[in-house]
């Protein structure tokens, strides 16, 4: 980045982005090739909006790669995605290791093969001090796998005697969804025209500022971040307020960020 981050530094930025990264099947298509041209030319959009992030000094980027519905489409493109993932994996652990960049796996990881699953503990446990920027990628993820996980994790802790029932609150629920531990996304980003949530982040969503773009994700670029960002910045986020109630807690300096 250059021209534009200045700018960008002088307004509230979101702290933590999500993408849902669509519309490389199309991409491809519209070039007269395989759905599975547009799925690689879509990892190299990843590259580009990992490094935006970085220097644009976002603290956590989350992009959905592949659902837990995805597992429906053709056999031969699942597993061009499964290798994909697993080679890109191997190929850029040391670059976001070098960049400081911490990387996630989220979603249900016992349904990879036994190598990829190896792979991802190897990239997540070489970037595990890493700081600047955290680097979610959502695979078999799916909203409502998520809340499903959390409910089983907090009946446990029920059973075991260290959460009692009178003690079961949004906030302790929200302690065993996936990505608790940081700021929820403040900005999601879905590529490719289609207007809806694909069961993504479905709770940790529910004040997201939501930005959608005709941009087919293997075009996705800093221009295009860029846009999204500065949509972003002139949004008022109530979060259930009045605009006079803000005005008033800005005034009075009590308006508290996570
Ligand atoms: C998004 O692109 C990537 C994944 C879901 C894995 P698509 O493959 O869904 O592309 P379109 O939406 O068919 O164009
Ligand atoms: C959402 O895209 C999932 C990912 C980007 C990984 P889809 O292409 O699977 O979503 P739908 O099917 O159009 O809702
Ligand atoms: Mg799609």
Redesign the pocket.
């Known amino acids: 980045m250059t021209g534009n981050s200045s700018v960008m530094q002088a307004v509230k930025l979101p702290r933590h982005v999500a993408i849902i ?7 491809a298509t519209q070039r007269g090739k395989r ?1 599975t041209y ?2 690689r030319a ?1 990892a190299e959009a990843v590259r580009r909006a990992i490094t935006f992030a970085r220097r644009n000094g976002i603290e956590a980027l989350t992009l959905f ?3 837990s519905e ?1 597992w429906g489409r053709p056999a031969t493109e699942v597993s061009v ?1 499964m290798e994909l993932f697993m080679g890109v994996l191997k190929r850029e652990v040391n670059e976001l290791a070098a960049n400081d960049i911490r990387l996630r796996v989220v979603g249900d990881k016992a349904a990879f093969s036994a190598r990829l699953q190896k792979q991802i503990q190897q990239a997540e446990a070489k970037t595990a001090h890493c700081q600047t920027l955290t680097l979610n990628i959502a695979a078999n993820y799916g909203g409502r796998w998520d809340i499903t996980n959390a409910a089983k994790a907090m009946l446990n802790a029920v059973q075991q005697g260290t959460l009692a029932p009178d003690e079961i609150t949004e906030d302790t629920l929200g302690q065993f969804i996936q990505l608790a531990d940081g700021p929820a996304p403040d900005l999601l980003i879905r590529t ?1 025209g289609d207007l809806r949530i694909s069961n993504f982040l479905l709770w940790q969503l529910a004040y997201a500022e939501l930005y959608f773009t005709e941009v ?2 293997p075009d996705f670029d800093d221009v295009t971040f860029v846009d999204a960002v500065n949509s972003f910045v002139i949004r008022e986020r109530r979060f259930g307020l009045t605009s006079e109630q803000l005005q008033q807690l800005a005034g009075s300096g009590d308006l508290q960020e996570d």
């Open positions: 990264m669509d519309g490389n099947g199309r991409w759905r547009g799925h879509g790669a592949f659902s995805n995605l490719g087919l994700w």
